[in-house]
Nanobody, 124 residues
């Protein structure tokens, strides 16, 4: 059983919404910051949003005001509500634990857990 499993991706039109979900299997989920990365073909992996173990969110400028990250530690679930989607949001989205904090945001580090990804496609 994978440590993290994503779901909820799909094909939508620009302006529509999607909600991604990630389920954690393991005690790490409750004590670690968690987050979402995305990677589009030919582009570098990009940090999208993170949330501390206590529920404090952080967002990349590209998604601020449109995406909302949330977590339920009792259920070991991590969600990403994506509204007003744009074609540039199209990518594979990955759920990951975040083992590094630089004073501003969390990042996945060596030894952190990753899901296999869920595809988001946005048509214009």
């Amino acid at each position: 059983q994978a440590a993290l499993e994503e779901s909820g991706g799909g094909l939508v039109q620009a302006g529509e919404s999607l909600r991604l979900a990630c389920v954690g299997n393991g005690t790490f989920f409750r004590i670690k910051a968690m987050g979402w990365y995305r990677q589009a073909p030919g582009k570098k992996r990009e940090l999208v949003a993170t949330i501390s173990a206590g529920g404090i969110p952080w967002y990349a400028d590209a998604v601020k005001g449109r995406f909302t990250i949330s977590r339920d530690n009792a259920k070991s679930t991590l969600d990403l509500q994506m509204n007003n989607l744009k074609p540039e949001d199209a990518a594979m989205y990955y759920c990951a634990s975040m083992g590094y904090y630089n004073g501003i945001s969390y990042y996945a580090a060596e030894g952190d857990y990753w899901g296999r990804g869920t595809q988001v496609t946005v048509s214009s």
